[in-house]
């Protein structure tokens, strides 16, 4: 069979490493494969270093209209990430009657629904593995491995720099600034790390889980978008002493009164494997009802694990390009036309268990008023923690875990602690999952 020739859009750090594996692994992804996959052509602004990168060995342009719009091209790989020419460039693709392959989790997060309905209706594949958790091959577990199974709910680390700078806080007892500083040193962090540290980027990635999982349009909008920036180290400290790891998790589940979808810093119990997963690494756990908990790991982004994702979709394709569009796995795992508009359920009423930390006057009674705020809202006390107040102190810190609540009763039993004239100061709210 003749080769099927691949344009690629972007030869950065993933773009050369899916360049350099498929050349090195050539003959094996060809008896997998049962054709030839060729980089036929690459785009790149910087066309000097994508000749050096690619040895004259295939046709170098800057203007990646070029790429999307030639006849010879089956499939056009898309890195150059963001929402702006990717989005221009992908539904080009489209409408030229390419395959697409991207790792671009912003783009499909935001306007997914939109891409997936135009490769629909003109019969092309739009192949997304390396948008989640990198190398680890979850979209193709979910959509596939675990099609057997009513999905009940996600938890995943799926991003790895602010798992990084997690364990690092932990490990070390440092705060989140001074990690952050050591994170970009190292080139965990980009320069700009808005997205990672703030949950944008994970919430795009559980966003796609989603919607797989339920069979639901991908709703960005509504993910609940919750970050690291404001976690501090005493926090991982006083988890740690009730037997807790403190991990930014994207978390999807199915309720009797809709899907939960929420990204935030949450206590896990320290026991639990995904609990271990430290550094940079990204773990998805994964609880169908047929199969139980299974639980995904290894490295969520770098050159040649996101490049391993790009590739097995570029086989996926290889194979099923000639095939009836009907026969394919579809995109969103479940058929266009029988999709779910199950509504995502606000942050209020999501039902979850608590931390709470609150720094309060060290006198009688601080304590029963604060019980009896929670007792009053229904909210039940799981375990607490009061420290000694120091030496000379006449303040003290008081943590408490719930047991289940919703989070609207949550927010009104707050309100009510902060008002306490014994309590100083806000109470640190942190969510907690016992993933059993
Ligand atoms: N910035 C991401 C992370 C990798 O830190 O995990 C790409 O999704």
Redesign the pocket.
Known sequence: MKPIKVGLLGIGTVGAGTFNVLKRNQEEITRRAGRSIEIAMVADLDVERARALTNGECEVVSDANLVVSHPDIDIVIELIGGYGIARDLVMKAIANGKHVVTAN?ALLALHGNEIFAAAQEKGVIVAFEAAVA?GIPIIKALREGLTANRIQWIAGII???TNFILSEMRDKGLDFDTVLKEAQRLGYAEADPTF?IEGV?AAHKATLMAAIAFGIPVQFAKAHVEGITKLEATDIRYAEQLGYRIKLLGITKRTPNGIELRVHPTLIPAKRLIANVEG?M?AVLVHGDAVGATLYYGK??GAEPTASAVIADLVDIARLATADPGHRVPHLAFQPDAMADTPILPMSEITTSYYLRMHVADILGVLAAVTRILADSNISIDAMLQKEPAEGETQTDIVMLTHQTQEKLVDAAIARIEALPTVIGSVTRIRLEELD
């Open positions: 989790k990198g991003n790895g720099t990672d980027d940079a990204n969520g982004a």
